[in-house]
């Protein structure tokens, strides 16, 4: 069984940080291409970022404006953002994802039928 499971959110004030966290099981964890998708109050799923299985290859989404770092450890089947500087716009429930097949790209957001984890709540409020 794939199982996916975020930690890590909370509730931060404006200019705050967070890292969340994405602990793997049941895949070849090293093998999968990984993303962050998030879905603020109301709205649809917004891909965030991208890593590739080495973690030598990532990409962000432009509105973040540089201030999310996605990264790997390989060792601990973990996934991880760090996000910085954040907004009351970031506020969302963030979910780890990938698609069956361990490949994907910029802006892709995998299919329910992928790999997903049941999501962490960021909260930055004023």
């Known amino acids: 069984e794939v199982r996916l499971v975020e930690s890590g959110g909370g509730e931060v004030h404006p200019g705050e940080s967070l890292r969340l966290s994405c602990a793997a099981s049941?895949?070849?964890?090293?093998?999968?291409?990984m993303s962050w998708i998030r879905q603020a109050p109301g709205k649809g799923l917004e891909w965030v970022s991208r890593?590739?299985?080495?973690?030598?290859?990532?990409q962000y989404s432009a509105s973040l404006e540089g201030r999310f770092t996605v990264s790997r450890d390989n060792t601990k089947n973990t996934l991880y953002l760090q996000m910085n500087s954040l907004k009351v716009e970031d506020t969302a429930v963030y979910y780890c994802?990938?698609?069956?097949?361990?490949?994907?790209?910029?802006?892709?957001?995998?299919?329910?039928?992928?790999?997903w984890g049941q999501g962490t709540q960021v909260t930055v409020s004023t």
């Open positions: 890593i590739n299985p080495t973690g030598t290859g990532t």
């Open positions: 994802a990938t698609n069956k097949m361990g490949r994907l790209w910029a802006d892709y957001i995998p299919p329910s039928d992928g790999y």
């Open positions: 049941g895949i070849t964890f090293s093998a999968y291409d």
